[in-house]
């Protein structure tokens, strides 16, 4: 370590000053560290260990010989060829950024909207009431919300026993794929509106109570401060979790689609997606080095959408920029 020579303030002899070092401030905060460590290892190894497996997407796989004893692909970039020329490729993956983009802005208008109502809510028990309800749909399953779903929709569900009650003829929901974006978008936005407005209220709550007050003296209505005052101050918020959910554009939430949807397959034309497209091509053809090059071009492409979306952030504001 480096040593600097200072003088006492008050003894007036020198004395010798220690510059500590990554070693010396580990033991310092060593209880900071060792809080850290579960959190390190899980990112070792269930986020950068597994990266290792991107070579399976260049290689034919046999699972006979392992993940580096495997030919290399020959052309190299065979497996991408399929995603390339395959129209149910482009298929998955525009259904995939189209319904992202869906629940991007249905979450965003829900949740702030959600959010924005609790906080004006005076009554602390009825508030506290109203946000447990909301919340409580995130706990349910996909399974069973795929269960739902299905009684639902079906030829004798509850949706097609009223249309009949108003004598119109029932909607057949599972021949109807047009239908689905709006319906998956639905069934999303009843499940996670709770939770995602869990960060906006937080947000919400810590801005500061002078401003709603100046606002008020001055006449200004309750919809006026949230319009001039909460939406303004969320901005920040709004733009770093607007970018984390584009850097997911390219991930369909799996467990969704394939309880809710399932095989259908009269629906793909609107509902099947990366996920449930690669799943399906492991399932059926075992092409493992065909679905490891849609999993990395996924990631690649979202990569890239992150980039973009920060870029454009940080030129609308700066300071709510990731990076």
């Given at each position: 370590?480096n040593n600097i020579k200072g003088t006492e303030a008050t003894g007036g002899g020198p004395r010798t000053i220690k510059r500590r070092g990554f070693l010396g401030e580990m033991s310092r905060n060593w209880s900071v560290y060792m809080m850290f460590l579960p959190v390190f290892l899980l990112l070792l190894l269930f986020n950068y260990?597994?990266?290792?497996?991107?070579?399976?997407?260049?290689?034919?796989?046999?699972?006979?010989?392992?993940?580096?004893?495997?030919?290399?692909?020959?052309?190299?970039?065979?497996?991408?060829?399929?995603?390339?020329?395959?129209?149910?490729?482009?298929?998955?993956?525009?259904?995939?950024?189209?319904?992202?983009?869906?629940?991007?802005?249905?979450?965003?208008?829900?949740?702030?909207?959600?959010?924005?109502?609790?906080?004006?809510?005076?009554?602390?028990?009825?508030?506290?009431?109203?946000?447990?309800?909301?919340?409580?749909?995130?706990?349910?399953?996909?399974?069973?919300?795929?269960?739902?779903?299905?009684?639902?929709?079906?030829?004798?569900?509850?949706?097609?026993?009223?249309?009949?009650?108003?004598?119109?003829?029932?909607?057949?929901?599972?021949?109807?794929?047009?239908?689905?974006?709006?319906?998956?978008?639905?069934?999303?936005?009843?499940?996670?509106?709770?939770?995602?407005?869990?960060?906006?209220?937080?947000?919400?709550?810590?801005?500061?109570?002078?401003?709603?007050?100046?606002?008020?003296?001055?006449?200004?209505?309750?919809?006026?401060?949230?319009?001039?005052?909460?939406?303004?101050?969320?901005?920040?918020?709004?733009?770093?979790?607007?970018?984390?959910?584009?850097?997911?554009?390219?991930?369909?939430?799996?467990?969704?689609?394939?309880?809710?949807?399932?095989?259908?397959?009269?629906?793909?034309?609107?509902?099947?997606?990366?996920?449930?497209?690669?799943?399906?091509?492991?399932?059926?053809?075992?092409?493992?080095?065909?679905?490891?090059?849609?999993?990395?071009?996924?990631?690649?492409?979202?990569?890239?959408?992150?980039?973009?979306?920060?870029?454009?952030?940080?030129?609308?504001?700066?300071?709510?920029?990731?990076?």
């Amino acid at each position: 370590m480096n040593n600097i020579k200072g003088t006492e303030a008050t003894g007036g002899g020198p004395r010798t000053i220690k510059r500590r070092g990554f070693l010396g401030e580990m033991s310092r905060n060593w209880s900071v560290y060792m809080m850290f460590l579960p959190v390190f290892l899980l990112l070792l190894l269930f986020n950068y260990l597994p990266m290792a497996g991107i070579v399976v997407a260049f290689k034919n796989y046999q699972f006979s010989d392992g993940l580096f004893g495997s030919e290399w692909a020959k052309p190299l970039l065979s497996n991408f060829e399929y995603l390339v020329n395959s129209d149910y490729a482009f298929r998955a993956i525009r259904n995939t950024v189209l319904l992202n983009l869906l629940f991007i802005a249905t979450g965003l208008l829900f949740e702030i909207g959600l959010a924005l109502l609790l906080n004006e809510i005076r009554g602390k028990y009825f508030k506290k009431v109203a946000q447990s309800i909301t919340f409580l749909p995130y706990f349910i399953s996909w399974i069973v919300v795929g269960v739902f779903t299905y009684n639902l929709l079906t030829d004798v569900g509850v949706v097609n026993s009223i249309i009949k009650l108003f004598g119109h003829e029932p909607i057949d929901f599972y021949n109807s794929p047009g239908l689905w974006p709006a319906i998956l978008a639905l069934i999303m936005r009843w499940k996670v509106t709770g939770y995602g407005s869990v960060i906006y209220l937080a947000a919400l709550t810590g801005i500061d109570s002078s401003y709603y007050e100046a606002a008020s003296i001055d006449g200004a209505t309750r919809w006026q401060q949230m319009w001039y005052i909460s939406l303004p101050l969320l901005r920040p918020t709004v733009i770093i979790l607007t970018l984390l959910a584009v850097g997911r554009i390219m991930n369909a939430d799996f467990g969704m689609f394939y309880s809710v949807v399932g095989s259908a397959a009269t629906l793909y034309s609107t509902t099947d997606v990366v996920d449930t497209f690669v799943y399906r091509g492991l399932r059926l053809n075992g092409d493992v080095g065909m679905s490891a090059a849609a999993g990395f071009l996924q990631s690649t492409i979202a990569f890239v959408l992150v980039l973009g979306s920060n870029l454009i952030a940080r030129r609308l504001d700066k300071d709510s920029a990731l990076f």
